[in-house]
């Protein structure tokens, strides 16, 4: 390759043209010829030159949209409290908590000391600390911001501290490439030990002693796969492998179990896993299996001492699709499966997702999810998977559509902490007390027996009597310049899709807008993994309603809200669901009164660009724009080499194309890139990031080259590429703001909506 076979137009209005250089593949009696595979060489300088190239054209075609975007970067500015930090969460001995400070970057780790009184309840209530002051006794962990100094990307990946606090291992990313160095430091005399972990994985976990600190590998397609202990002083090269998993198509991880007392390993796939624990008091023992593989079950496991006895808490779906929970000794380890005795502690319900569960020393903490909502629950651990089992019970809130989510616990604690949010509601952080057998009326196992009044926008601050429990309120994320929660409205619509099927939608706008389908539109959707878009405030999203667009969520199939059914449904040879509710959902929005159909645009990242893709050519005269964040265009292509970053481990969400030839056409039918056609596409915007490692930045770079061959239509399609970013663009959350004024600046401006409401 040479300099002179790009072409590099000096005028940066027009679209940089890549030269081409013809590849087939062929598969399943089907050759498909590619010509700009050649943009994949990272290393080639003519890639670079040309992505540079693909940036001078999209600063140049988006130059007069700077302005709104510096005013959509403002807004978000001036709505955040930038002096600001989290509830400090206890373990052990201490409080930790993180800082942000104005015009900083980055969080500042802290933590002070606990005391412990004898009230448990007055022990685990963190102690007030001022944004901006000084706080006695307060020890920085890692400073962000000093860490990121003349660096091109930060980013953390996991954090450890000692059982005794002496010690705090940090992973840092400092490419945007999601592989990390860990450092350990000695937090009595601020030095750095002299222990150096290179491309590391996420995950930090330090064993009770301290001396051992477990840690992740991954493979060279980026699939974590090994994992290793590593004795404090001693050589990295004589690090243990403590697991290695040599399926290409499994992923693994590790985690403390919730009492600390076992190292829990994780493999497994979207459709079965196998666990293993390591228990720190026998450690001679090895890992200890707990359901093999070959048994086909998806569960999670929880290892812990119920009266003095070894149990496992399996969170599974065995004879249950939407999953349950079950009770096991762990003296049945090792038996045919079929022959154990598995009590049942939460029975599987066709309408209720059990997402998971945990333990504290007194409670089972359990997260289900019914009818697209998530909430947390909690069972008395006395009598557990027993006829004397005690009903589950929790809080529950007044908006029709919010979160709640755990947001971490210590075993020892009297209390969970509680996540809470909605479209109208900023974040909240809420301490549950768990309740004891006096507290919990008999027979109330919904946990609706009353009403948090923190469910009703900005009020509600004070302390909360609810079901079984007290609901204490720590926090509420500020919006500054008079945010008020009436000003605006948030709906559950339905569309049909053409198999009949109701998809949710979730319907946020001004108060205030008129429907005389004069307004403008934007819909998002991601549909894959199923993974849920919950309800969740927006600061940024603000910006968007105060120019009076109506916001859709689509909650379409391929996603988890309304049950494994709904995953299911939108996976594999179903994949096509997942676009095809999009597009019921744009046609709703179209013919809901609320906006005028000629000004819809459509975001979505990741898979969800996959999906914009998808519908593009789909349905192209549907929308005045689309974004594509970090998209997966080129999914065949990617699915087709076990070699690239975790290819293998999209088998189990798409189909194995390589050895399946009716997977292999279907998902050539749907692939964005294989699909484009000469029709007139809308004005569409590729996000990425260079040293992305789940989306590799050849698949826009590919795209967008493909889409301006082939369209009819004269909008500009361009691509935005961060240099120095990753999955999720460039670091430090000032850049973060940038790129969402970014986006929220393209759209809004084809669609026409670019001055703010009165």
Known sequence: MTDASLTTPPDRALPPVAKKVPVTRTHHGDTFTDSFEWLRDKENPEVKAHLEAEQAYTDAVTADQEPLRQAIFDEIKSRTQETDLSVP???DGWWYYTRTEEGKAYGVHCRVRAADT????????????EAGAEMPGEQILLDGNAEAEGKPFFSLGGAAVTRDGHLYAYAQDNAGDEVFTVRIKDLRSGELLDDVIEHVFYGLVFAPDGNTLFYMLADESWRPYQVKSHVLGT???????LYQEDDVAMWTGFELSADRRALVVSIGCSEYSESRYLRFDAPEAGLQMVIPRAENVLYDAEPFLLDGVEKILLTHN???V????SLLDAAELGRPVAEQQWATVVEHDDDVRVN?????????VLSVRQDTIERVQVIELSGLGTPAQSPAVGAAFEEELYTTSMGGSDYEAPVIRLGYTSYLTPPRIYDYVLPSGSDNPAGDSSGQGARAAAGTGAGGTGTTDVTGGELLLR??????GGYSPTDYVAEREWAQAPDGTRV??????????????????VIYGYGSYEVSMDPAFSIARLSLLDRGIVFVVAHIRGGGEMGRHWYEQGKKTDKKNTFTDFIAGTDWLAGSGWVDPERIAAIGGSAGGLLMGAVANLAPEKFAAVVAQVPFVDALTTILDPELPLSALEWEEWGNPITDAEVYHYMKDYTPYENIRPVAYPRIAAVTSFNDTRVLYVEPAKWVQALRETTTGGEPIVLKIEMDGGHGGASGRYEGWKMRAWDYAFVADAVGATELLG
Do not use: C, F, Y
């Not at 004898?118 to 600390?129: C, H, L, R, S």
């Not at 050589?235 to 492998?241: C, G, I, L, S």
């Not at 939407?322 to 929970?325: L, V, Y």
């Open 89 to 91: 969460s206890r373990k």
């Open 118 to 129: 004898g009230n448990p309840v007055q022990d685990w209530t963190p102690p007030v600390i």
């Open 235 to 241: 050589p990295v090269a004589a690090d243990e492998v």
């Open 318 to 320: 065995r004879d249950a």
């Open 322 to 325: 939407n999953s349950m929970i």
């Open 356 to 364: 998971g569960a945990t333990v504290t020393a007194t409670h089972m």
């Open 475 to 480: 926090k509420e994320s500020p919006v500054l």
């Open 504 to 521: 949710p939608l979730s319907v946020i706008r001004r108060a205030d807008l008129h429907r005389d389908s004069s307004n403008a539109g």
